[in-house]
């Protein structure tokens, strides 16, 4: 008797198992494949993918916008002038922030949503943070003091290399001509160029 019992103990167990797999392997594989694939439910896709794009195009021209207040702010001289800007810097953050926080909701949503497009998501559209104002400071002053920094010495040593780059380039073209043989390649250019030092 303890052996049909035994039996009978195991049989119940594996039918309870199946059971148990049968039903969660329902819940988890149909519904998502479903919800995706049925044709309401891809209009909604489509229009919240929309929308999510709408937002990333106006989150990107909201953080063009206070570039260029950054950048405006960084060349004015006015102390007026500076904290006029300075508010609207702060305002346009603001609104940056708040259409960043959105963005990011409305991703969210569709990759709860609609899971099976998870991945197409990730890949299209990924976690956004607002700028902060240091970053778009430091970015400013880089590229300004490094256009400043050009603009400077090409000014004032611009004409000198270009009359040295045409002179030498004349005088082996002249050498090539009339001793027949090719032109000067650039590692012989370069030797006999002689160096510029930058001193203030």
Do not use: C, W
């Not at 305002?91 to 963005?103: I, L």
């Amino acid at each position: 008797m303890p052996f049909i019992r035994f039996n009978l103990y195991h049989l119940n167990q594996s039918a309870v198992l199946a059971t148990v797999v049968g039903l969660l392997m329902g819940l988890f594989s149909t519904p998502p494949l479903q919800a995706a694939n049925s044709s309401g439910n891809s209009a909604e896709y489509q229009r919240l993918m929309g929308q999510l794009s709408s937002l990333e195009s106006r989150v990107e021209e909201a953080t063009e916008r206070l570039q260029d207040l950054v950048n405006k702010k960084n060349a004015s001289r006015s102390p007026k002038e500076r904290e006029v800007l300075i508010e609207q810097m702060v305002e346009e953050h603001q609104q940056t922030r708040e259409q960043v926080a959105e963005y990011n909701r409305l991703r969210n949503e569709i990759r709860f949503r609609f899971p099976a497009q998870g991945q197409e998501i990730d890949l299209l559209f990924g976690p956004r943070r607002p700028p902060s104002m240091e970053e778009l400071e430091q970015s400013s002053s880089l590229d300004a003091r490094l256009d400043r920094v050009q603009e400077t010495f090409l000014r004032h040593y611009g004409s000198v290399l270009r009359e040295q780059e045409e002179a030498e380039h004349q005088q082996a073209e002249g050498e090539a001509q009339g001793s027949g043989r090719r032109p000067a390649s650039e590692p012989d250019l370069e030797k006999s160029r002689p160096r510029l030092k930058l001193s203030r």
